[in-house]
């Protein structure tokens, strides 16, 4: 969880044109690697990265402390501050052991995270190098090969087994057992 920001506003409830109560930002606290606590009226707060924004929106800006927010913002928000999440998440549990994008996407499922916010999540941690196809593959090959008594077909099924992709498993297979290794 990220460590105490600095606040850089605070503002208090407006009412809109339309006689109902707009939402509207009352601090941005920016924190380390692009991220920041965006509280709002009524007690909400978001935790996003700005890639998340960025991914939603186009662009990799917070909103501003004062801002009121149109429902389009408050859409991208609600789905930046889960996606987020799923991330961290998800970079808790790589930090563990390598996944492929599959087995993470299982478990971050069953953390209750929906599947819009897993898979821009996923998208989040490929993108900084965090969730690497190659890496795993690489990965659970040596980790099978230590353990002894399996062949290159095995390993290879095994590993498509989990999601791993067959072109990055054959060259790593070869590697290992020579280029004979199917």
Known sequence: SPQA???LQALDIVDDDTGGEAVRVVSVEQGAFGTARIRADGGLSFYVRA???EALRGVPAFPEPGQVLSADWMDAL???DE???AAYKGLELLSRAEHTRFLLSRKLAA????DRAVALALDLLEGEGALSRERYAEAWLRSRLSRGGKGPAALLAGLLARGGA???ARPTLAR???PAAR
């Open 166 to 168: 067959g072109e990055l």
């Open 5 to 7: 920001l600095p606040v």
């Open 83 to 85: 996606a987020s999440r």
């Open 78 to 80: 609600e789905r930046a």
């Open 176 to 178: 290992l057992f020579g």
């Open 51 to 53: 890639d998340a924004l």
């Open 111 to 114: 953390r209750d995270f929906s």
